[in-house]
């Protein structure tokens, strides 16, 4: 069963809205968002999802020798992680929610809406890609989950300029810090475990079609990583959808742009989810 006691934001009453992190991040990416939304009205939740922020104690394993860690680490599933939401709603006696996913965040948001159909209202869906790993994919994020063990997370923290606009990297150091903080601080044990669940992931592009509710696609024009051209797959397919593209974001766009997201968010909120 889902460990996320006391690993989790719930701030503000209104219509619920759980926020789900993106990759090797935690529940505090979402700071900005928790406090606007929540001044607007909404409840908002945003847990730590397997292994990462605070929520270490489903990935620990016993023996620490460097040679049993590598073989060890299971991964940490999409799936599994959309069970501990479900988990954690059932714990909040919340039936229904708004999903906000990040990255990482949307794989989750895409396991939980296939598994949980009904207890989605509507979907935020951010640096999102639908389609499944290949073969590249899955050995180069092997060998990353095999690096996190072996030497930490400094690989992590090298490449996070490729994960934010320019204008981010050169006028906003308090985000550019904050990103480094995350990641500096992730467990690389729960850093592998989700490597290795992203491996395993399903493709979702099938089912964008079944997807019914009122959905927001947010880009960040510069997002390397997750390019607006995954955001218009995804666009095309789901009929309910919507798509805003954000200047000078890149792939963390909610802290990068945090004033233009919250607005879209809100202006979505306001006129479709009620
Ligand atoms: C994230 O930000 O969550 C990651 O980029 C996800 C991924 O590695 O696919």
């Known amino acids: 069963m889902a460990q996320l006691d006391n690993v989790f934001d719930d701030v503000g009453t209104g219509l619920p809205i759980i926020f789900l992190h993106g990759f090797p991040f935690n529940r505090s990416m979402w700071r900005e968002q928790i406090a606007f939304l929540s001044a ?11 292994g990462l922020g605070e929520n270490v104690a489903q990935t620990s394993v016993c023996d620490d020798r460097p040679d049993h860690r590598l073989k060890s680490v299971p991964p940490a599933g999409m799936d599994d992680m959309a069970r501990d939401v479900a988990g954690l709603m059932d714990k909040l006696q919340i039936e229904r929610a708004v999903v906000c996913g990040l990255s990482m965040g949307c794989y989750v948001a895409f396991d939980f809406i296939h598994l949980f159909p009904a207890r989605v209202s509507a979907l935020v869906l951010c640096g999102a890609r639908a389609q499944g790993p290949d073969d590249a994919e899955k050995k180069s994020r092997e060998a990353q989950a095999q690096r996190v063990l072996a030497e930490g997370m400094d690989l992590a923290v090298e490449s996070i300029s490729n994960l934010l606009a320019a204008n981010t990297v050169n006028e906003k150091a308090g985000v550019v810090e904050n990103v480094r903080q995350m990641a500096l601080h992730t467990d690389p044990i729960g850093a592998a475990a989700a490597q290795r669940g992203m491996a395993i992931r399903r493709d979702y592009s099938a089912d964008l079609e079944n997807i019914s509710v009122p959905t927001l696609i947010i880009a960040g024009r510069e997002d390397g990583v997750r390019k607006p051209e995954d955001a218009g797959f995804i666009h095309t397919r789901i009929k ?15 802290m990068e742009q945090a004033e233009a997201f919250n607005q879209a968010m809100l202006d979505f909120l306001t006129r479709n989810v009620s």
Request: net charge neutral; with cysteine; hydrophobic share 40%.
């Open 40 to 50: 607007n009205g909404y409840r908002c939740i945003a847990p730590d999802l397997r």
């Open 240 to 254: 309910s959808s919507r798509l805003e593209v954000l200047a000078d974001a890149g792939h963390l766009m909610n």
